[in-house]
């Protein structure tokens, strides 16, 4: 006998997964419509620096650690190498302008004096034997002229008496002819024997000169190898303080190698460090102010070095006017250098948020403070206390001022 099977009403556990699938597309659908989208923290108010927008005059410096160095460092290079034989100053001693400092001690340059003065006595000695011979090269053409004049004259007589006698037919014409060729033959020979000793004495000249001229070459030669032997005594340029030696005795040291330096104390500049971001900014001629005691000393930037090492580079600065008390070489003084004009510009404090924005976001607050949302920005001109805002934001805003690292890549913050 078959039994009639009734059907099961209500909530069976077959139904559950479809209720909730449903209700997860409707919350789904809810949050699409109605929920708030951004990406949002939560943070503690006492871990915030919140800081004021405001519109103020903007002083535009840079704060700078400056270090007091010697108006002008001159380096010890000896011009002659050699051995240390004596050191005559110490380091941090007060030197005099030509004060010995090293005294060096070169064999080889000894021997190159000795070598010298030897060749110069050979070429006097050379010139002096030169001189005699020539001195009785002279006297030899001059006995020869004069014999020869002595000759021409006894032939013109003669020729002169036989002409009479030929006149007077009391001679032969080939006597006659024989005393005046002979007369004529005399006089030819007197004349290239004049010409002879003429050119003879220009070339006597000449060569006397030239060795004259070499002799006086390698008098110089001596006198500049003497000198070089004075250059082993390494004297002071300037007056000033001896402020670094690095020489031992017995160190053998070559021509040109620095050895140490001379610090000139007649007065001081300021050496400073400035980050690369100011290096199109800074220039020769800006004013800068640094405060000690109750005193404002100036200085004006004298040099501004191209190098940029480990994203810094280098100034010279030198005082405008009165010098601090008992200033020494190595102190540190805190500088403010300025770099333009004051004015007035929208400003925030300078904070912790630069290094992870860049200046180029930062959060703002809304009007009751507890929430703060992301918005782009743009910084111009910075010093050591505000960032002059260029876009973005208005005065009276309060924004964060404080770090990011925590909650960077939020677009809004609930502040508790």
Do not use: C
């Not at 943070?43 to 005059?57: F, P, Q, R, Y």
């Not at 190698?257 to 690369?276: M, P, R, T, Y």
């Not at 920005?377 to 805003?397: D, S, T």
């Amino acid at each position: 006998m078959d039994r009639k099977i009734e059907k099961k009403r209500g909530l069976q556990s077959k139904h559950v997964p479809y209720i909730v699938g449903g209700g997860l597309l409707v919350a789904l659908i809810g949050w699409m419509v109605f929920g708030d989208h951004s990406t949002t923290v939560r943070v503690a108010s006492d871990g915030l620096t919140i800081s004021k927008v405001t519109n103020e005059e903007f002083k535009d410096y840079v704060r700078l650690n400056g270090t007091v160095v010697p108006i002008q460092v001159v380096q010890i290079s000896p011009e002659e190498g050699g051995i240390v034989m004596e050191k005559v100053a110490e380091e941090g001693s007060t030197v005099k302008k030509g004060d010995v400092i090293v005294r060096l001690s070169n064999s080889n340059l000894d021997l190159q004096i000795l070598n010298a003065e030897a060749e110069l006595a050979e070429k006097q000695n050379l010139l002096r034997n030169t001189q005699v011979a020539m001195q009785q090269d002279k006297l030899n053409n001059e006995t020869e002229a004069a014999t020869l004049g002595m000759d021409v004259e006894r032939k013109r007589r003669a020729f002169e008496q036989n002409q009479r006698l030929y006149n007077e037919k009391l001679i032969s014409r080939e006597t006659y002819l024989q005393a005046k060729e002979d007369y004529e033959l005399a006089q030819r020979k007197q004349e290239l024997i004049g010409e002879r000793l003429k050119k003879d004495d220009q070339y006597r000249s000449l060569q006397m000169d030239q060795m004259e001229d070499n002799l006086a070459n390698m008098r110089r030669n001596v006198l500049l190898v003497r000198e070089r032997k004075q250059k082993l005594e390494v004297r002071s340029a300037i007056d000033g303080e001896l402020g670094l030696l690095d020489v031992e005795l017995g160190q053998n040291i070559t021509a040109g190698q620095k050895i140490g330096q001379i610090n000139d104390l007649s007065d001081f500049k300021i050496q400073a460090e400035i980050d690369e971001h100011y290096i199109d900014r800074v220039r020769q001629g800006l004013q800068a102010t640094f405060t000690r005691g109750d005193k404002t000393y100036q200085l004006a930037v004298r040099k501004v070095y191209p190098e940029v090492r480990q994203g810094r580079f280098r100034t010279d600065l030198v005082f405008r006017g009165e010098r601090p008390d008992n200033i020494r070489s190595g102190q540190t003084y805190y500088l403010n250098l300025e770099l333009g004009q004051s004015e007035q510009a929208i400003l925030i404090p300078r904070g912790a948020f630069f290094q992870t924005t860049g200046g180029q976001w930062i959060f703002v607050l809304d009007k009751d403070g507890s929430r703060a949302y992301r918005r782009d920005i743009r910084i111009g001109r910075q010093n050591p206390q505000h960032y002059e805002v260029l876009e973005g934001l208005e005065p009276g805003e309060q924004v964060i001022t404080s770090g990011y690292e925590a909650f960077k890549d939020y677009e809004t913050l609930k502040i508790r």
